[in-house]
């Protein structure tokens, strides 16, 4: 027998198809498919509860970390022409406050609108922000400059830009600069006692008023540290209704930065757009946080409400 007629025959004899193997039924096959069926199921099932296990140890985990993170708004959306408004459960803050019909908040909730300011009012607003902040700056990564007040960053403190630069002032700001400010601010108050059901005549501007640069910059002091959950009327005491004009854009300006609601089930972001208003009530219900700019410049403005009259600020005036 040549080598390879000895290779068949011992594939033969070792396969169980020779003299001595029994002979391969329709019986015998059927037992042995049926048991192959059945660990197959068997593996099957065990797969199928290892994934379920999975995932409810990645949903637990997910929901103890509150990590779970909802867009309420992204920067290519265009909220027109009506604001898009979130409820939410007041807070008991306004109850530790005097009452102030018609103002105080007995809605809350948070709302964002790209039809209040137009991106060419944005740019103009941006330029000013921009003009008037390379004066100076913070070392850190946050800077500020409040027109009403005049405070400026620089370096690690702040000086009153109308005093300390007040040879540079005419070139830094107009007239109309001042006068669309105004503007500006009087139709956000007009969209605010709008969704909320307010009397517009009831609420005031209050301060702080401030427009922000924030970049990546290492912060340097605590005045540089913007990304804090906080309440605003909790740090800044007057303010019941919040606003918030944005002058650049999230993704091509900057990237990180995003607005974030600090919801107990879920963190609820939005994503800064040039000319975006995002508006909300200042209380408790309203815990929110800016997430650290991971790379470009971020601008803004801060423009808030109050109910009280003995908190009201007049807007912003050349000296
Ligand atoms: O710039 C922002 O998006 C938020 C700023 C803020 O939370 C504040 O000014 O209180
Ligand atoms: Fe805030």
Redesign the pocket.
């Known amino acids: 027998m040549g080598s390879r007629a000895r290779v068949y025959e011992e594939v033969w004899r070792d396969s169980g198809a020779g003299t001595s193997c029994k002979r391969v039924t329709r019986g015998n096959a059927l037992r042995q498919g049926s048991a192959w069926r059945g660990s197959r199921g068997l593996v099957a099932l065990l797969l199928f509860a290892v994934s379920v296990c999975g995932a409810a140890v990645w949903l637990y985990v997910t929901f103890l970390d509150s990590d779970v993170t909802e867009t309420l708004v992204r920067q290519g959306e265009l909220v027109s022409p009506r604001p898009r408004f979130f409820p939410v459960q007041c807070s008991e803050d306004y109850d530790n406050h005097k009452r102030y019909p018609g103002c105080t908040p007995q809605r809350c909730g948070r709302a964002v609108t790209d039809s209040v300011v137009t991106r060419e009012e944005a740019q103009v607003l941006r330029r000013l922000a921009e003009r008037g902040l390379s004066l100076a700056g913070s070392d850190g990564g946050a800077s500020i400059l409040d027109l009403h007040s005049g405070a400026l960053s620089m370096g690690k403190q702040f000086v009153n830009i109308y005093r300390y630069f007040v040879d540079q002032i005419g070139d830094v700001f107009t007239q109309e600069d001042f006068q669309l400010y105004r503007n500006v601010r009087e139709r956000i108050q007009a969209a605010i006692a709008e969704a909320f059901g307010l009397d517009r005549t009831l609420l005031y501007l209050t301060k702080p008023t401030?427009f922000?640069r924030?970049n990546s910059t290492l912060a340097k002091t605590q005045h540089d540290e913007?990304w804090h959950p906080?309440i605003?009327k909790v740090?800044?005491g007057s303010f019941d209704y919040?606003s918030?004009l944005?002058l650049s854009d999230y993704g091509s300006d900057f990237t990180g930065?995003r607005?974030i609601f600090m919801d107990q089930n879920a963190n609820r972001t939005?994503e800064?757009r040039a000319g975006r208003v995002?508006f909300f009530s200042s209380g408790t219900e309203n815990l929110?946080?800016?997430e650290k700019v991971a790379w470009g410049t971020?601008y803004?403005i801060?423009v808030s409400f109050t109910c009280d009259p003995a908190h009201a600020i007049s807007d912003p005036a050349m000296p």
Do not use: E, N
């Open positions: 401030f922000s924030i913007y906080h605003d740090t800044y919040t918030l944005y930065g607005f939005v800064p995002s929110h946080r800016v971020r803004a801060t």
